[in-house]
């Protein structure tokens, strides 16, 4: 019987589940769950951020599960977070307060409260560097403490917002504040045109890759605006959630390093220009998504036919679990189907002279071929 | 006969399509059609016409004269700020097209009138064979007989001089020319009895312009249809116009029958206009 | 059953708010339910709709039954078995009539169903008019305003092109004279299976966030011209090579080493109980 893809289906799918941890296996390598988490952490953030699960740990393990791949771990973590009751909300975490460690502006030199650099690849030289091949962990640990150890530590510095001054001033009103409940797009299909909190949850949770390249089409030309990083910020936001048996208190549950960024660009006024800030925000460190969005985000405000500013086009293909999962899917046997779409095809080729042209009484001869069935 | 004395097929009154709130100095304040103190635009300024059974009224002027904002709002393409619209067969004439209800306004559009625009792309799909875009008028309208429309697509493509062997291509495919005489036979296909031609040969070949008007005097004779002919050129409204109504700045300046406005321009801007014609 | 988790995998209030959709469903023939699709082990486009549906459905009571293709040992029909196995502790079966859900990708069972029965479908793409329009916004109001016209100019584009409708599975139908439904890439063969039945039929898009429903004894028709019938997949001639019915959905198979086409019931279960009737029978 060639008919190997549906029958005895079960007994090849435990083989193949079996052969995965061949795969994983390796050399027989350790691979500790402590280093995956503190040594690729760019990694950890990108899956917690497209997960929408703020869990280093299990992103970690679930990277260790699927050798690495991205998208099965954002699968992973994204499963589980959905059995997961929701306890609480915290509260809204302001992130004027966020113990920053990174922090630049591309459009003031001097800021208040400083530019700090912090740790970026942005002007590293991309050359391999082969000594890592045999590095001491230890001996590298050492060292960094020491440098860490022989700084004056400095009192922080209060960092207002860039755009709170231009706000002041009047050139940027693009929303006003809005204390209405949010959209929770994990608990709600969206629906169009989308409020604004459910659009920046559905970016904030989008596949870095396809927000990366849907921001690039805009600077390219599909799209108006080449904007500038009024400010991109990173550090630890606290988060808080009501007490239950005291009214006004709250309790301390943690903190989490996040991205934020708001980007500049021209805007029409009634009479004068304005400027109108578009607004990022990833959990972690992964900073060109954090701009993307910022960008997509301003772009979908716009109106026009570009991609970027086709507000269903953008939020209903990015999400991660749903591109992977349907072209996934196309995997799967689709025998009925092609074998549906096999009989039409046949059908039109029986009649030769229905093809192309229609002359007068082709529909009834096509009644004809109806009939005989 | 005396046209008077019969029910127009279209009857509009006092249409005003306004950009801005306006203020008590529009009526007197317009620089051509803007207000000078408030800014207000004046697309159609109180217009008003009939167009009689079987007889083609050609609607004259620049661009800016609010003649595309009269077709438009006639086809619902846009919202009138003011003014009624009666057609003789939507509730006998009795019921402002411009209450009607969405669905209605949908009937409206697909059986009792049908347009002709002078952007083929906006009134052909171009990718769907000329038969389907006949069709989908008639599906529009209820039918569910494909015979039918097939039957009904080789009538009208017949009627505009395209080859029925053509019928299963798209019009994507096709010229110009033969683009709108497809657009004018997918207008037609419900029968209605009136038809919007916005600019339709504006853009095409001078030979070409030819055979699209001599067609579109052919449909009018044959189906006893009547017309609203909008152009810029006066040469179409001469050749094609019962009766010619000249617009400027949302205005009527001037109607009457067309030799009459050719021969005598009363107002100055028509006078400017016949002479720039000789 | 693995405890780590709660019986049917999703806390208590998901599903209970999807049975509401499913309700609101079954209210409405043919309307598209939105509901808060859940993120499920198992990827979006693998059935997840269906899985939801069945599980927030499914109590110690039910017997299960799920095929892909028509057949119940498919690779993801073993696959979802396995999960629904995992997380609740109902009994499954390959019978038809001894199910109480059955959950199918593609294909309706041979064996027609009883009222006490209920038949989950999987939906990749419940929208009929995605194929003439992309955008959500603007279906929902050709939904509201029962502007169907695109579909019917798309049949008749089909005649005048090729003579003939070339649609395959996901064949547009009519319910109740209001919405026109996709009723998911089952083939026209399962249409008519469709119309006035006797079981509830449920769809679920867990991907595209809808659920719909067709209950018992509704109206279900194909969307066809009245000049030109309705045509189901032709398998006039053929019969299956090893139950010999001509009544049914069959696969079309090719012989791996003499290349010779022969065909075979896409029910594998209806095929196995049609041979066993045969040999009790001799």
Redesign the interface.
């Known amino acids: 019987m060639?008919?190997v893809?549906?029958?005895?289906?079960?007994e090849?799918?435990e083989a193949s589940i079996r052969l995965l941890d061949h795969c994983r296996a390796g050399g027989g390598q350790e691979l500790e769950l402590s280093a995956v988490q503190q040594k690729l952490g760019l990694l950890i953030d990108r899956v917690m951020g497209e997960a929408g699960l703020y869990a280093p740990d299990y992103a970690a393990l679930v990277l260790k599960q699927c050798e690495g791949c991205v998208e099965e771990a954002v699968?992973?973590l994204?499963?589980y977070?959905?059995?997961l009751?929701r306890n609480y909300y915290t509260q809204t975490a302001d992130t004027d307060d966020m113990r920053i460690i990174r922090r630049i502006s591309a459009a003031f030199k001097d800021i208040q409260g400083g530019q700090i650099l912090g740790a970026t690849y942005d002007y590293t030289h991309r050359l391999i560097h082969f000594d890592l091949k045999n590095e001491d962990p230890m001996e590298l640990l050492r060292r960094v403490r020491e440098e860490l150890e022989c700084q004056e530590p400095q009192p922080p510095k209060a960092c207002p917002r860039v755009s709170d001054t231009l706000k002041k001033e009047g050139l940027i009103d693009t929303y006003e504040p809005d204390d209405s409940e949010p959209f929770d797009v994990?608990?709600?299909?969206l629906?169009?045109?989308a409020p604004r909190s459910a659009r920046l949850q559905t970016l904030a949770r989008a596949d870095t890759g396809f927000l990366g390249g849907l921001a690039y089409s805009v600077l390219r030309g599909f799209g108006a605006i080449h904007p500038t990083v009024g400010e991109l910020r990173t550090g630890y936001v606290e988060l808080l959630v009501d007490y239950p048996f005291g009214e006004g208190e709250s309790i301390w549950i943690g903190e989490i390093l996040i991205t934020e960024v708001e980007c500049f660009s021209e805007a029409d006024g009634e009479k004068e220009m304005k400027l109108a800030d578009g607004y990022g925000v990833v959990f972690g460190r992964n900073e060109n998504k954090a701009i993307a969005m910022s960008v997509v985000d301003r772009e979908l405000d716009l109106p026009g036919d570009f991609p970027a500013r086709d507000e269903?086009?953008v939020l209903?293909h990015g999400d991660s679990?749903?591109m992977?999962?349907?072209?996934?899917?196309l995997k799967?046997?689709?025998?009925?189907?092609f074998?549906?779409?096999?009989?039409?095809?046949r059908?039109?080729r029986k009649?030769p002279q229905?093809?192309?042209?229609?002359?007068?009484g082709?529909?009834?001869?096509?009644?004809g071929?109806?009939?005989e069935? | 006969m005396n046209p008077i004395t019969e029910q127009p097929v279209l009857k509009v009154s006092h249409l005003t399509v306004r950009y801005g709130s306006g203020c008590p100095c529009c009526g007197t304040s317009l620089e051509k059609n803007r207000c000078r103190k408030c800014g207000t635009v004046w697309a159609a300024n109180d217009v008003s016409l009939e167009v009689y059974p079987g007889e083609i009224l050609g609607i004259v002027g620049e661009s800016g004269s609010g003649k595309s904002t009269l077709m438009k709002s006639l086809y619902f393409d846009l919202e009138p700020t003011e003014g009624t619209a009666y057609l003789r067969d939507y509730q006998d004439g009795a019921k402002d097209i411009w209450q009607a209800s969405a669905a209605e306004k949908r009937r409206i559009r697909n059986c009792l009138m049908g347009m002709v625009y002078q952007n083929p792309l906006l009134g052909l799909r171009m990718e769907y064979s000329a038969a389907a875009n006949i069709a989908e008028k008639i599906i529009a309208a209820g039918s569910r007989d494909a015979g039918a429309m097939t039957e009904r697509a080789q009538d009208l493509l017949s009627a505009v001089e395209i080859l029925t062997s053509r019928m299963a291509e798209a019009p994507k495919n096709f010229s110009g020319g033969m683009q709108q005489r497809v657009q004018i036979s997918k207008a037609l296909a419900n029968n209605p009895s009136l038809l919007l031609l916005d600019e339709v040969t504006t853009g095409l070949d001078i030979s070409v312009q030819a055979k699209v008007l001599d067609l579109i005097r052919k449909i009018k004779a044959r189906y006893g249809i009547s017309i609203l002919l909008v152009s810029h050129d006066l040469a179409v409204i001469r050749m094609l116009a019962d009766r010619t109504v000249v617009m400027l700045d949302g205005k009527i300046v001037e109607s009457g029958l067309t030799d009459q406005v050719l021969e005598d321009p009363q107002h100055a801007y028509t006078q400017q206009l016949v002479h720039s014609m000789l | 059953m693995k405890s780590e988790y709660n019986y049917g995998f999703l806390d208590e209030g998901s599903k209970r708010e999807i049975r509401r959709s499913v309700l609101k469903a079954v209210a409405i023939p043919g309307y598209q339910v939105p509901f808060g699709s859940r993120e499920l082990p198992i990827g979006r486009g693998w059935g997840t709709g269906g899985i939801q549906l069945t599980l927030s459905l499914i109590g110690p009571e039910d017997v299960l039954k799920v095929i892909d293709q028509g057949s119940d040992e498919s690779v993801n029909a073993v696959n979802i078995k396995k999960f629904v196995a995992l997380c609740t502790d109902v009994p499954t079966t390959i019978h038809t009539a001894e199910a109480t859900i059955v959950q199918t990708r593609h294909r309706v069972p041979e064996v027609p169903m009883k009222n006490n029965q209920i038949l989950v479908l999987q939906v990749p793409t419940p929208e009929p008019l995605r194929v003439i329009e992309p955008k959500e916004e603007v279906t929902k109001k050709m939904h509201a305003e029962k502007d169907y016209a695109g579909i019917w100019l798309q049949l008749y584009e089909c005649l005048i092109r090729y003579g003939k409708v070339t649609i395959g599975a996901e064949y547009p139908c009519m319910v109740e004279g209001r919405y026109v439904m996709n009723p998911s890439p089952i083939p026209k063969f399962d249409n008519p299976k469709l119309n006035d039945a006797e079981c509830l039929y449920l769809f679920g898009a867990g991907r595209e966030k809808k659920i719909y429903a067709i209950p018992p004894h509704t109206q279900v028709i194909p969307l066809a011209f009245e000049d030109v019938p309705f045509e189901r997949e032709d398998f006039s001639g053929r019969k299956c090579r090893l139950c010999g019915s001509e009544d049914t959905y069959l696969d079309e198979i090719f012989d791996a080493e003499t290349g010779e086409r022969y065909y075979q019931c896409s029910d594998t279960a209806y095929c196995k109980e049609v041979r066993a009737r045969h040999e009790s029978n001799h």
């Open positions: 060639g008919y893809a549906v029958s005895g289906g079960q090849a799918i699968f992973l994204r499963a977070r959905s059995t009751p994990t608990e709600q299909m629906e169009f045109p269903e086009f209903m679990l749903e992977n999962g349907f072209i996934s899917h799967l046997p689709h025998y009925v189907t074998q549906s779409k096999l009989d039409a095809v059908k039109t009649k229905a093809s192309g042209e229609a002359e007068h082709a529909d009834e001869e096509s009644q071929g109806c009939n069935e």
